[in-house]
């Protein structure tokens, strides 16, 4: 039982490049979500999936789009980096009220 | 949008002391959690917080939900060098007729734990 995995760890990117990070949980949770954490703001909410085959906009969902590919997965896409986009990423699944957060993913956009 | 302030945004202090942390809102919540985050790994929660009032804990943490459901309050008794990391809070409101609600997150406080 892995939890929420996500992939890949680290990336640098070059703006205007496009990637899309990975996420997958095997806790069988209907909801997903992508949050961003940068220093000083504590964790916004980007995209969130209530449950298969719905998404939602959060807080900051510009320059960002999702797939949530099946129950397991909800991939977060960025189609043209910005340097603003640098930031660390976290994917999550809830149950109980709360969310399970993947182990992150820490993006830098040159 | 929602507005949490937590306080303090940073502590240093020595092994075995005592840590308070709070968390204020703007709006009314039905739900406080507050999650640690260790280095370089994502949020893990700590306690959750679901009736104004309440008070909980969890080994040496205890966290109380505000009367006003407007705050919440993380004591964390005789510090260890491995409390270090970042503390969040989070609100959460289910408005009803609904079972979901999207979690408020506050600034963090980066706890420091000097032996």
């Known amino acids: 039982n892995a939890g929420v995995t996500q992939t890949p760890k680290f990336q640098v990117l070059k703006t205007g490049q496009s990637m899309t990070l990975q996420c997958a949980q095997d806790?069988?949770?209907?909801?997903m979500y992508w949050y961003r954490q940068d220093p000083g703001m504590g964790l916004r909410l980007i995209y969130y999936?209530?449950?298969?085959?719905?998404?939602d906009k959060g807080e900051v969902p510009n320059g960002y789009n999702v797939s949530r590919l099946n129950k397991r997965e909800f991939s977060l896409r960025l189609e043209s980096a910005a340097p603003s986009q640098t930031s660390v990423y976290f994917c999550?699944?809830?149950?109980?009220?709360?969310?399970?957060f993947g182990p992150g993913t820490r993006l830098t956009v040159l | 949008g929602q507005q949490l302030n937590q306080s303090p945004q940073s502590m240093f202090i020595q092994e075995g002391e005592d840590v308070s942390m709070n968390c204020t809102s703007s709006?009314?919540?039905?739900?406080w959690l507050w999650y640690k985050q260790d280095p370089g790994e994502g949020p893990v929660l700590l306690i959750a917080?679901?009736?104004?009032?309440e008070l909980t804990s969890n080994g040496r943490l205890t966290a109380q939900f505000g009367i006003t459901r407007k705050d919440s309050f993380l004591n964390i008794s005789a510090s260890i060098p491995s409390d270090v990391g970042i503390y969040f809070c989070?609100?959460?409101?289910?408005?009803?007729?609904?079972?979901?609600?999207?979690?408020?997150f506050g600034q963090g406080t980066i706890l420091t734990v000097h032996p």
């Open positions: 709006s009314i919540f039905n739900t």
């Open positions: 989070a609100g959460q409101l289910i408005a009803g007729g609904t079972s979901y609600g999207k979690l408020t």
């Open positions: 999936s209530a449950s298969e085959g719905t998404t």
């Open positions: 806790m069988n949770h209907n909801s």
């Open positions: 917080l679901y009736k104004a009032g």
């Open positions: 999550a699944s809830r149950a109980q009220g709360f969310e399970f």
